[in-house]
């Protein structure tokens, strides 16, 4: 099931899946950020912490021949039975960000869990202040 769901997420990261996360995303999808203590749950939550940090990345992944759109790419990906854990690495303001998502999906193919790991220490403190910034911008736009 998990392949599946990962082939969805990677045509999502390049504006090819019609529907996007809520395609994607379970209504009661959990969310864990490597800078809020607390889950965030809720597709609505889950949505605003993805976009975000798809918006803090800023642009594309880089596609399965090595041409980068963007610094972020997914280094390696391991998939077992409903759980994907995908390694990436990008830059985030001149700071090397290296990191998992760990994700969860049920039998209906829909994400229940979405925890993201951050390293070194100056990437976190990094996307830290990027990801502030950024859900700032997009909640007074709402």
Same mark, same amino acid.
């Given at each position: %099931?998990?392949? *599946?769901?990962?082939?969805?997420?990677?045509?999502?990261?390049?504006? $090819?899946? &019609?529907?996007?996360? !809520? $395609?994607?995303?379970? &209504? !009661?999808?959990?969310?864990?950020? +490597? /800078?809020?203590?607390?889950?965030?749950?809720?597709?609505?939550?889950?949505?605003?912490?993805?976009?975000?940090?798809?918006?803090?990345?800023?642009?594309? /992944? $880089? =596609?399965?021949?090595?041409?980068?759109?963007? #610094?972020?790419?997914?280094?390696?990906?391991?998939?077992?039975? =409903?759980? *994907?854990?995908? $390694?990436?690495?990008?830059? @985030? !303001?001149?700071?090397? @960000?290296?990191?998992? &998502?760990? /994700?969860?999906?049920? !039998?209906?193919?829909?994400?229940?869990?979405?925890? @993201?790991? /951050?390293? +070194?220490?100056?990437?976190?403190?990094?996307?830290?202040?990027? %990801? #502030? *910034? %950024?859900?700032?911008? %997009?909640?007074?736009?709402?």
């Amino acid at each position: %099931m998990i392949e *599946a769901v990962m082939k969805k997420w990677h045509l999502h990261l390049q504006g $090819e899946l &019609d529907g996007g996360l !809520d $395609e994607l995303l379970a &209504d !009661d999808v959990e969310f864990y950020s +490597p /800078i809020v203590f607390t889950a965030q749950k809720g597709k609505d939550l889950t949505k605003m912490y993805l976009t975000a940090a798809g918006n803090t990345f800023s642009g594309g /992944i $880089e =596609n399965e021949n090595g041409t980068a759109f963007s #610094k972020f790419r997914y280094a390696k990906e391991v998939l077992s039975g =409903n759980h *994907a854990v995908l $390694e990436f690495e990008s830059e @985030v !303001d001149g700071k090397y @960000v290296n990191g998992v &998502d760990i /994700i969860t999906c049920n !039998d209906e193919g829909k994400i229940t869990e979405f925890k @993201v790991m /951050i390293r +070194p220490l100056q990437a976190v403190n990094a996307m830290h202040q990027q %990801m #502030k *910034a %950024m859900l700032e911008k %997009m909640q007074a736009s709402a």
